[in-house]
């Protein structure tokens, strides 16, 4: 397969999970509205979805070990578009938080096994390339997705926006068919499952530098989900932007995400993979504390967007090297460690941004708050990862 068609496969694979809320993010406010609920319970149908893409990671990663990244593939995606269907559908909003659940563990399964596949195909330096190439095509996707969501929040509620969701899984599920070969030729496990997915997080859990990096990428993970839940409130709510307007807003953040992935695709052949991560991590917490201490001076919502997007930028550049470090170590457990790794980012930052926002309001405070926090934290455990335990 050429780079370019890899990429593209992968990223498209890659994307669909967080399709299944950048696309309907818009309609936040609506769904609450239209199902009687509270915004804490409209957010949760985001929350329990990155549980599912993140507990997800876990039974697809380990289940590509064992029988090749193919299969397991393909299945996850025609599971996400039945259950896309299924939350259309939804007459209740329990119904839909369980809904949206049940589609995030089959969304996980193109998240981890694309990053497996690219572990398989490349190390190193070109690994790290990789995957800032495919964060350039799955950023396409949080700048598209809120656009394209808010324009068709003019014509269908968000009933339709999952069925559009189920459409455009079916379309992957080909995309994974036809598009993309078995890359787990030679390494591919035998025995029991379980047996050789608890040997395999055994070996990983005993690298210092795989374990400080994952708690480094919860945290990050705990700010990133903070601005991707409560943005639509304190941005549309607070600052009184129309959902359209929100949607170019979203789309300009996940542009500076996107800009700041493909600087780092070019600078770390240079600097080489550990000085882009500090490089990132560093960025990001003094991003995260111009953003608090702008939101206590009450300065414009032009300035916040700015500072919110200068985090993502530096999240975009640090990001790519995070995981090349975590994974390097770790070829034919590239699946497992892909799942752990993604697992704890998407399942602290789900559980934790909720029960901020429950117990200290959706405000641009509260946002600013969790963001910086996570970010400079995130930085301190990075910085001390790398130069301990990283060669």
Known sequence: MGLLRITLVLGALEAFGPLSMDLYMPQLPQLARTLDTTDALAQATMSVCMIGLGLGQLIAGPLSDRFGRKRPLVIGVVLFALLSAVCAMALSIEILIAARFLQGLAGSAGMVISMAVARDLFQ???????????????SLTPIIAPIIGGQLALIMDW???????????????????????????????????????????????????????????????????????????????????????????????????????????????????VRMYLAG?????????????????????LLIIVLLALYLGSAGIGGPNGTTLALGGHGSRAGTASALFGMAMFTAGALTAPLVSAFAGTSALTMAASITAGAVVAAGIGMIAVRRFAR
């Open 124 to 138: 190193g330096v070109e690994l790290s390339r990789m995957l800032s190439l495919l964060t350039l095509v799955t």
């Open 281 to 301: 991590q560093i960025a990001g917490a003094v991003a995260g504390v111009a953003l608090l201490l702008s939101t206590l001076l009450s300065a414009s919502p």
């Open 159 to 273: 009933r339709g926006i999952f069925f559009v969701l189920a459409g455009i899984g079916l379309v992957l599920v080909l995309v994974a068919q036809f598009g993309l070969r078995e890359t787990l030729v030679d390494g591919r496990h035998s025995g029991s499952v379980l047996r050789t997915t608890g040997s395999h997080i055994s070996v990983i859990m005993r690298d210092p530098l795989f374990v400080a990096l994952v708690v480094a990428a919860c945290l990050g993970g705990v700010a990133f989900f903070s601005y991707l839940s409560m943005s639509s409130f304190v941005l549309q709510g607070e600052f009184g932007l129309t959902p359209q307007i929100f949607s170019l807003v979203f789309a300009f953040n996940a542009l500076a995400q996107l800009g700041g992935a493909q600087l780092s695709r070019l600078l770390v052949p240079r600097l080489g993979t």
